[in-house]
């Protein structure tokens, strides 16, 4: 599906570092932890379709821009609990955390680049979770990724209506990855862990 308009994305990507990736060389885990343009492909996909389907959802600012910018970095887990303790206050590992630029002051309306903000995800914990959940490191990937995006587009989930429609939309960007999920619950670890707090 496509918003029939184009945009770029300028993807600012930090790939793991080596010794965090034990994936095979080739497999799509692989490339999902080393390679930008996998993600800047998968970004593009997932914001077309999200500002085609958001409606009042949609942030204003991505209507009529020419470029999205944004982070995405895979880190372990000192660093992600570094993160976790100085803007969270809860000195632990998380899967994803995200900040967003949305939130901040943005430039006037009208300007060509948007900037979203950074999503930045832990590779051992998304190992654990993919062993815990039976599924593969690379979904498990995309349903962080995703969700950290969702959150730098404005989504939250203060309740179980908003958690339940955001999972359902995650749901769906894992699909169109072309990652499927196996029978079985859609789970994400504590979602409340994963809300930046007001």
Do not use: Y
Not at 22 to 40: K, M, P, Y
Request: hydrophobic share 35%; with cysteine; net charge negative.
């Amino acid at each position: 599906m496509s918003s029939g308009r184009a945009f770029a994305i300028d993807l600012a990507f930090t790939p793991a570092e080596q010794q965090l990736i034990q994936s095979a060389e080739g497999t799509e885990a692989h490339r999902r932890l080393s390679q930008g343009d996998t993600w800047a492909e998968t970004l593009d996909l997932w914001l077309k379709h999200l500002i085609t389907t958001g409606g009042d959802t949609t942030p204003r600012q991505l209507l009529d821009c020419e470029e999205i910018c944004l982070g995405l970095q895979f880190v372990d887990d000192d660093q992600i609990t570094a993160l976790n303790e100085r803007w969270r206050d809860k000195p632990r590992a998380t899967d994803v955390l995200s900040f967003s630029a949305l939130e901040a002051d943005m430039p006037p309306d009208g300007s060509p680049s948007v900037e979203l903000g950074d999503i930045i995800v832990s590779v051992p914990t998304a190992e654990r979770q993919a062993l815990e959940q039976e599924h593969s490191l690379e979904r498990e990937l995309c349903w962080l990724v995703s969700h950290g995006l969702l959150h730098l587009l404005g989504w939250d989930h203060p309740d179980d209506s908003k958690l339940e429609a955001m999972l359902r939309c995650q749901e769906q960007l894992v699909a169109m990855a072309g990652i499927v999920q196996p029978h079985g619950e859609i789970n994400c670890e504590s979602a409340d862990e994963i809300t930046k707090e007001p």
